[in-house]
């Protein structure tokens, strides 16, 4: 950088996010593989968008100990160039890979929902390979310019068209494509007489899903790239702007944790997996905290004995309970996922 190191920037935000997105995208996502494979099994060409998603997330969160040993030397980077310009690639690749296979999600559920027959062909598993590499190859034939992140500031001229490019091209055409599909959908969901109600919830889910991860994820990093090629000419304007460019920056590393949500609207057995892992520990927690609560002392002399009342003298009598009365130690909710089925069946089991 030509503009010094003097930036103040919250070096502990950063490295806690990216230590969150990794510790919690590097499962989930190896999970989302699991059941992608799944989706191409069964002949879904919508498995094939959401395993290449999963695979540019996967690739992304490989270089996240590189990055963040970069942050932990004050942006120094140790390591040989090429090895630079590969992590820098894979950081824009996961953004606009990501952006690319979110579209394709949104228009692969418009032709479901709009035009279930007239372009049958497009949603063919022939049709979303081709349109996966197309994706594919474009990215890696706009990375041929230097991709080291953060060496070069005050901007330069010759980054000034690539930049309009990403936020015309590369944000706002999707943004459109995304806000278009998802407006055709609802509209026709509605219409729909012979779509269940459970279907309905799922389609609005996966539509809205993306859109909500589009915003968050990619917009801030977009607009701040907007405002610096507008207004960045010196330094003294990037010192301003720095630290928020540089967060909107890493919050484009949350997709990789936003992702595999997308399997939940998709697949009933990610669903399900996704409750099982969830409620189950949850529920066990419950259980042992209301365990030891009705366990105390007090509880269980009260369990043997009641104090009765004669009815002819008016004192009072000790006498014993038949064990009937007795009142219950604990009551555990147990969960039973019945995969065969399809279906999530809870029982109440009470334990005495």
Known sequence: TDCGTAFEKSNHCQILLLLCVFQIGVPSNLYSLYHAVLQLKQKNELGVYLLNLTISDLLYLASLPLWLQYIFQDDDWRHREWLCQVCGFLLYENIYIS???????????????????????????????????????????????????????????????????????????????????????????????????????????????TILIFLVCFSPYHVFLLVRTVLERDCNFITGIFNYYHMSLLLTSLNCVADPALYCFVSESARHGLHRALLRPLSRAVCCCRRRGNASPGNQASDSHEVATDDHNGHPTAMQTPHKTRRRSCCEWSMLIKLSTGQWQLKRTKLN
């Not at 394709?104 to 590499?133: E, G, K, N, Q």
């Not at 990215?139 to 041929?144: A, D, V």
């Not at 980054?159 to 026709?188: D, K, Q, T």
Request: glycine share 4%.
């Open 99 to 209: 952006i690319g296979f979110l579209c394709c999600i949104s228009l692969d559920r418009y032709l479901a929902v709009v035009h279930p027959l007239r372009f049958s062909s497009l949603r063919s598993m022939h049709a979303a390979w081709i349109v996966s590499a197309i994706i594919w190859l474009k990215e890696i034939q706009k990375s041929q310019e230097p991709v080291c992140v953060f060496r070069t500031l005050p901007m330069q001229p010759w980054e000034y068209p690539i930049n309009y490019y990403r936020f015309v091209i590369g944000f706002m055409l999707p943004l459109a494509i995304l806000l278009i599909s998802y407006l055709c959908v609802l509209r026709a969901v509605g219409r729909s007489a012979g779509t269940l109600p459970d279907q309905k919830s799922r389609i609005r889910q996966l539509v809205s899903s």
